[in-house]
Nanobody
Framework: QVQLVESGGGLVQPGGSLRLSCKASGFPFSYYLMRWYRQAPGKERELVASISSTGGNTDYADSVKGRFTISRDNFENTVHLQMNSLKPEDTAVYYC?????WGQGTQVTVSS
């Protein structure tokens, strides 16, 4: 069945880095645009970054531009989100999405 499994979240100090991964299975991953979303407590889910099926085009929310990088490996059916210069306001549950499914999310907490 269609499945997305995120990993890589955790607790990090402000200014630190994390790399999230999302492993896909059960659908033709290389044909799908992939997105990372996040949802902070008490807030709506927001789109963080997206990447085209080939990886040639990416887009970012203004709040993460220059700090986050989305990438994908179509051989490994995996999409990554490299997060640098993390801020407390980046604290949220991060989800990947294929448009037809969602992962379970991974918690990112930025705190000193």
């Amino acid at each position: 069945q269609v499945q997305l499994v995120e990993s890589g979240g955790g607790l990090v100090q402000p200014g630190g880095s994390l790399r999230l991964s999302c492993k896909a299975s059960g659908f033709p991953f290389s044909y799908y645009l992939m997105r990372w979303y996040r949802q902070a407590p008490g807030k709506e889910r927001e789109l963080v970054a997206s990447i085209s099926s080939t990886g040639g085009n990416t887009d970012y929310a203004d709040s993460v531009k220059g700090r986050f990088t989305i990438s994908r490996d179509n051989f490994e059916n995996t999409v990554h989100l490299q997060m640098n210069s993390l801020k407390p306001e980046d604290t949220a549950v991060y989800y990947c999405s294929s448009g037809i499914s969602w992962g379970q999310g991974t918690q990112v907490t930025v705190s000193s």
